[in-house]
């Protein structure tokens, strides 16, 4: 079955670099064309606000509308506007063809207007994939959705290099990423034990917070310091703030942290306890407590063969299951169910190599 892929990520700019997850789906019974984007996405780091403006919208249907069009069999979508901009024009065209939005995160559930138009633009989408066991019955409620279209399969990135040692010198822990961040939590701890610390993060999650003399928080730094804090650190922390209206957090981090095989803590709330085994490929603390949290960075901090053991547990478990082989795999699991449930509705022509504004990448046969 022939595939268009549509994701906010790939653009023309690096559309010859680009394949996703396509070449780890090993089924013989699907192709796929990359549907990219005209023009790079803003950085969500740089962006001054969460809300997708008019400008990003038309970006995300013109592409949507590219992926339906070209198509011979089915869409898939990554990221939630995509999937609603595909779901909203198979509804205006009438077509049957199926839908599979992966990675779909919202981050909060709107309410009013803005989940109407959810509830609306959604209803067509086939299969949901999202990346956190809670937001199958969180979506399933708010879209008024059978829980059965929504499929849990683990966050993935591809193989992290570790070309930085553990600082021994001079030690300390990190805490990378912004979102729902419980910070101070995590300076009220390295502030009791005088651990030093380095905290990667928007200025705008640290609006406020009083910030110990312990920690340093360098503002605006790259990808690649901050995956070097992150290997030269002792620790890796994601300290996190639950919360009801959050559908997940902090799923990037803690599997990045895991590929490189880092001793982890991490709070258990918002999706991370689908992550991280409790003792074995890291450790898990309870929300809101200072004291839990203080006492796993001072238990870590201090236990170098547990910190060795776990960081190796973790490499091992995310290769197993936060990789783009685990999840290209899949994803052909997913494409095979929902072309069978689709078979006897849709027509379907295989599709070849096509050159010029798409570029077609097909699995072997």
Known sequence: MHWTVAASFIHDLNLSTSAWLTPHVTSGRHQFTIIPRRAPLASWHTRKTSVTNRKEWMDHWLQGSEALQRTHGGVITVFPQLASAVGMQKQLSRKQTPIVAWLFNVGTCSSGMRRQFAKKSLQAIDRFV????????????????????????????????????????????????????????????????????????????????????????????????????????????????????????????????????????????????????????????????????????????????????????????????????????????????VASQVGGKVSFRSASPTNGHSFARLTPP
Not at 218 to 229: A, S, T
Not at 309 to 319: C, D, E, F, K
């Open 130 to 337: 999202v990346h956190t066991q809670r937001e199958r019955q969180i979506y399933s409620e708010w879209l008024d959705l059978p829980i059965e279209r929504f499929e849990f399969v683990p966050y993935q990135v591809p193989e992290m290099p570790v070309t930085y040692a553990e600082n021994t010198t001079e030690p300390f822990i990190t805490a990378l990423g912004s979102a729902h961040r419980d910070f101070p939590a995590l300076f009220q701890a390295v502030k009791t034990l005088n651990i030093p610390t380095v905290v990667a993060a928007s200025r705008r999650s640290l609006e406020g917070v009083s910030i110990p003399d312990q920690v340093q928080t360098p503002f605006d730094i790259g990808k690649q310091d901050c995956l070097r804090l992150a290997q030269e650190a002792r620790i890796n922390v994601v300290p996190m703030v639950p919360n009801e209206r959050v559908t997940a957090a902090g799923q990037v981090t803690i599997v990045e942290a895991m590929r490189m095989g880092r001793a982890l803590i991490a709070t258990r709330c918002n999706g991370a306890e689908d992550y991280i085994i409790h003792g074995e490929t890291g450790l898990l603390v309870e929300p809101h407590s200072v004291e839990d949290l203080t006492n796993a960075i001072q238990q870590l901090w201090e236990d170098h063969e547990l910190r060795d053991r776990l960081g190796q547990n973790a490499m091992q478990y995310a290769t197993e299951h936060f990789s783009d082989q685990a999840a290209g795999a899949a994803l052909g699991r997913i494409l095979d169910e």
